[in-house]
Each structure stands twice: as C-alpha cells, then as structure tokens.
C-alpha cells in the first residue's frame, strides 16, 4: 500500500485542510470492512477504480467522483485490494466557498460531482484519471478549486463561521450555543439556520461530533487513559452520556470503538 499527503497552496489553505491518497491498499483477492465515523470534516473523493461496496442498507456510493457532506451516523464499507484514491479533504467550514446550495441538501450523503459542476466536474474527473503521479492531481485540483473560489460567498460570511469554528475546536466541542450565537451578533434561532446552512448540520449535533474526535484524539496522543478519564476530559458529567454518543456516531462502545478502530481524529490532526 502507498499512501500520499499534501497540503493546499496558500490562497486555498483556508478552506482546505489537506489532500491525500492511497494506492492498493490490500492484497489481491483481499477483502476488508472498515467502519466510517462522523469526522467532523467533508471531502471530494475520486476514485480511480472500481468503487467500494457500502454495507449499509440506506447508503450507496453515487458516482467515481463523490463529494461527502458532514454526517453524524456511522456506516460500513468494504474495501477490496486495487483501491486507487484521491480525496480533498475540506476545512470544516471550506465547501462553503465552492459550492451554492444549502448543504444541509449532502448531510449524511455523498452526491456525484457531476450532477453539481456539470462539464466542469466531467473535465476534472477525465484529467485526474490521466494524471500519472500524486503531484499532479494536486496541481490539477488546486485549479479547479481556484476556478470555483472566483464566485464564492461573501467574505464576510465566511469569516463569521470561520470564527466559530475556531472557538468550536478551541474548545473541544465544549461550547454553549447561546455564547456562539452571541460572539457574531445573532440571535439563537438566526444562528441555528445561519450554521446550518453554511456547515450542512445542525450546531448542537456538529458539537456532539466535535467532542467524540476530541475523545478519539486524547486516546490517539495517550493511549493509557481510561474511560472515566476520557469521558471527563471530553466534557462529559457522567459515562452514560459518553457511551450513548459513542454508540450514535460510531455504533460501538468506546471501549469496542478503541479495541476494533483505528485509533485517529482527521479533525484534530
């Protein structure tokens, strides 16, 4: 398996976190389910070869070029030995900027690229599948990207959510809403639309998620912590609450989760 790692050029930084790749990840004839968690984050996925089969009833891959808004369920994929992947992994807040539309249209959903940008993601997908190296499908999408940055939202709205995204990793998920709503001079109720729109998910549950990757990245960085210690450092009053989370954005305990998972946060990382 070969796996690549790039980050965005300045201009797209801000709404980019990173691009990445993988190449064969199994062995011929080698078959693997992989549990996908709420990360917190979206991405443009395209995948060279035949896609992966998803598990879940209710879900199904849409195209060879996907773009994934946020979710907050969890689902299964199984993966087979001659993957080939390329995938831009957004800023929480980064699709904003490229695409027009509510995303609350994507939550819990990955729709074909095409079907969104038309010629524009057939050309991206033919170019992509030409490119011979990792270097230049970066190249190849940080144009495509600036190409759609030309018409984005206003600056000033997407500074605003800009802002309370940043409160909202600063503190770990660990936020009231009533503070957020207040730091960019909204009431409760504006809020709650405005987020949602821009973001794909409601505040309330963007927390949830965010405070399950703080969870996931504390034991990524000390894997001696325990549950009780998990669960206090993640905000949490009482282990209940922390294992019912769990159990919704991941359908394990956090103690399975931990034993069964690979223990990384995309979002804190």
Sequence with gaps: MSTHFAQPS???????KRYWAIENVLDKGEVC?????PTGLTELIL????????????????DSVALYGHQNDFYDME????????????????????????????????????????QAGR???????????????????????????????SEFEFRRINHIIELIK????????????????????????????????????YLKIIRFQSAIFQKQKNNTLNMTELSYNSG?????????DFKSLSGMTPKQYFAE?????????
């Design 261 to 269: 998972s690979e223990v990384c946060s995309d979002f804190f990382e």
């Design 10 to 16: 300045t201009v797209l930084s801000p709404y980019i």
């Design 236 to 244: 949490y009053f009482d282990q209940s609450h922390f294992i019912n």
């Design 33 to 37: 389910t992989q549990r996908i968690v």
């Design 123 to 153: 050309d991206l997908e033919e170019k992509m599948g030409e490119a011979n190296t990792f270097s230049q499908r970066v190249n190849i999408v940080e144009t495509y990207l600036g190409n759609l940055l030309k018409t984005r939202f």
């Design 79 to 118: 993966l087979t030995g001659n993957l080939s992947v390329f995938s831009i992994m957004f800023q929480p807040q980064g699709l904003m900027q490229f695409f027009k539309f509510p995303l609350t249209e994507i939550r819990n959903r990955n729709v074909s690229l095409k079907d969104i940008s038309g």
């Design 170 to 205: 600063q503190a770990h998920g660990n936020i009231n809403i009533n503070q957020m709503a207040s730091e960019v001079c909204l009431s409760r109720k504006q809020f709650e639309r405005i987020f949602s729109e821009h973001i794909g998910i409601s505040p309330k549950q």
């Design 47 to 62: 995948y060279f070869t035949p896609r992966p089969k998803i598990l879940t009833d209710n879900k199904s891959l849409s």
